[in-house]
């Protein structure tokens, strides 16, 4: 059967082969348990049922299932109907592997995030200038609020770029396919939930230096040499250090 794409669910169905084993192929064998985000026409999923892994796939449009269900009767167990964003994770070890809707790939991070310690990679197509972004360095203009919270526990690869005319119905821009994979880092050591609003003030207005655009959160009297700079200068490390400082109470003075 023929599954149409649905322009609300932002799909672009990859139709290149080549491309297909590729991905499946950056998948490291970290983990048994693989979770396919979106299979859409099975493209990735047919290379991935030949691979000695434990193949899940969520797919939140029922014609894409049908199609799915028929395409792999054998392993229509395996494929289900249901949002990932919705979707309860074990604490078990999981892969997950997928060719990223544009519209919720942040959002999809973002869950990623939350169960960073049972998800030590993830493998995924997403738009090319949102993979420039993740994987950039500090001291590239495209480093960004995701780049830092996801490289705080996360060393993320940039593989390769996909053409825009390897997807039926073609998008409009280039995609990238990056690797994520968990790094050694169990906590951040400091109050995750500041440093969270530290990097999202400071590059809500990252043409500011961090002492303007944090201003109202700094403790008063507070100094920093890092202050003299703009967000996308400070490392994962120096917004970890800065948390510290704002952080700690300042020396009581009081001899008394």
Do not use: W
Request: with cysteine; proline share 7%.
């Amino acid at each position: 059967m023929l599954v149409r794409a649905k322009k609300h669910l932002g799909q672009h169905f990859l139709k290149d082969q080549n491309i297909a084993r590729k991905i499946t192929e950056s998948l490291l064998p970290v983990t048994r348990e693989v979770l396919e985000v979106g299979p859409g026409t099975g493209v990735l999923t047919r290379y991935l049922l030949e691979m000695p892994i434990s193949l899940r796939a969520i797919e939140i449009d029922a014609e894409a299932v049908e199609h799915l269900h028929a395409t792999f009767p054998e392993h229509r167990h395996q494929i289900i109907l249901g949002d990932f964003l919705k979707l309860p994770l074990a604490p078990s070890p999981l892969s997950i592997i997928g060719n990223l809707p544009y519209n919720i790939s942040s959002q999809i991070f973002f869950k990623v995030l939350e169960h960073r310690d049972a998800i030590p990679q993830v493998v995924c197509m997403i738009q090319k200038e949102v993979a420039e972004r993740l994987s950039a360095p500090h001291g590239n203009k495209t480093y960004g609020i995701l780049s830092v919270l996801l490289q705080a526990y996360y060393t993320i690869e940039y593989l390769f770029t996909v053409s825009e005319h390897v997807f039926d119905p073609p998008p409009k821009v280039k995609s990238a396919v990056i690797r994520l994979t968990r790094n050694a880092r169990d906590k951040l050591g400091c109050d995750e939930r500041l440093f969270r609003l530290i990097v999202k003030t400071g590059f809500n207005q990252r043409r500011k230096t961090l002492r303007n655009s944090l201003k109202n959160i700094l403790p008063a009297g507070f100094t920093s040499d890092k202050l003299a700079l703009r967000p996308e200068q400070l490392s994962v490390d120096d917004f970890i250090d800065l948390c510290n400082q704002i952080n700690t109470p300042p020396p009581c003075n009081n001899l008394n």
